[in-house]
């Protein structure tokens, strides 16, 4: 089974859950930018939860699939089409042989994620299929571009059987695609409102912070700038500042650090980040926060809310919890489907 790319979108990847344990030789983990999303996708289909997936940043690509396939989208309100039939996302969806996805732009959020049933296929590199933009890691190494062919593992039948049957009911008539009448409720997972505050622990070096700008940091608004992208998220706002320069070697970075350049802009490490840094590392967003931070588009207001880490294991037990349950709801259904 294969699905070709037609039109690549301003940025669409493969990802799973990323590449780990060679930080220490500087490679990062890259995957999903919001991982959360990317794994309702894959439980929507019945894929394991790090099967690749597609991320479609702001403006999606046009699809064309060669067989009939159960696909889900999740993460970002992206506009989603075949011809003139309107698709809805955090739900399964057949689709039938020959049909042409058309992935349009977000009114919300940034970044929609596509799964498709059997997982998408390929070499991996470093034990990992994650597109890393700027290392040239991955599958593909790069971006998807016009003509690709997406490799897919056969779709499980017996997934959302009533979908199957009425596809094939539909054979003569001009439709490409059913989907189930439940869904995930995105309320639950996905900050439609962009109000939801970024909590963050104060880093090693908050304290070398001036008195205004620890105010600041935990107070004020930051805007997401124009060149933020899958490296890191550089916020404009009010201009922090050092009691005093500080003389730093590299050391460890990871995901969710937010760091301090002499612009006195802070910059949020994204999931193409490097893993060592010179900045002061001010402040860390806490991992269940990262996929909100993630869905911010450029010009959204980003505030910090402070925590600690006490307050960030029992949320993103809290979560784990909460996607289990939701795994065991998802996997009945597609089987009552």
């Not at 193409?272 to 806490?286: D, L, M, N, S, W």
């Not at 600690?308 to 784990?320: N, S, V």
Request: aromatic share 6%; proline share 6%; charged share 25%.
């Amino acid at each position: 089974m294969s699905i070709r790319v037609l039109a690549p979108g301003l940025l669409t990847t493969l990802q799973d859950a990323g590449r780990h344990g060679h930080a220490a030789f500087g490679v990062g983990g890259a995957g999903a930018m919001d991982p959360v999303a990317m794994r309702i996708a894959n439980l929507l289909v019945g894929n394991d939860i790090d099967d690749a997936a597609l991320e479609i940043t702001l403006h999606g690509p046009r699809l064309r699939f060669d067989v009939d396939a159960l696909v889900a989208t999740a993460g970002a309100d992206v506009e989603l089409r075949i011809g003139a039939q309107t698709l809805p996302c955090w739900r399964p969806i057949v689709v039938r042989a020959g049909s042409e996805l058309a992935f349009g732009g977000m009114p919300r959020g940034a970044r929609a994620y596509l799964a498709v049933a059997g997982g998408i296929d390929g070499e991996r590199v470093l034990g990992s299929r994650s597109t890393d933009v700027n290392s040239a890691l991955g599958t593909f190494a790069r971006p998807l571009a016009a003509n690709d062919a997406l490799h897919c593992r056969p779709a499980p039948r017996d997934l959302c059987r009533k979908l199957w049957e009425t596809l094939d009911s539909r054979r003569d008539q001009d439709t490409g695609a059913a989907s189930t009448t439940w869904s995930v409720d995105p309320e639950n997972w996905f900050d439609y409102s962009g109000d939801h505050p970024i909590r963050a622990i104060a880093g090693a070096h908050f304290d070398s912070l001036d008195d205004a700008s620890q105010r600041a940091l935990f107070g004020a608004d930051f805007r997401i700038a124009l060149d933020s992208n899958r490296v890191g998220c550089r916020l404009d706002g009010p201009r922090l500042a050092l009691r005093a320069p500080l003389e730093l070697i590299s050391a460890g970075a990871a995901t969710g650090t937010v760091q301090l350049p002499p612009s006195g802009m802070p910059i949020v490490l994204a999931a193409e980040g490097p893993t060592t840094g010179g900045y002061p590392r001010i402040a860390h967003v806490i991992g269940v926060d990262h996929g909100h931070l993630a869905q911010r588009r450029p010009g959204d207001i980003v505030r910090f809310a402070q925590t600690d880490l006490d307050d960030a294991q029992m949320r993103y037990l809290e979560r784990e919890r909460a996607l289990r349950r939701l795994e065991l709801y998802v996997r009945e259904r597609l089987f009552l489907s």
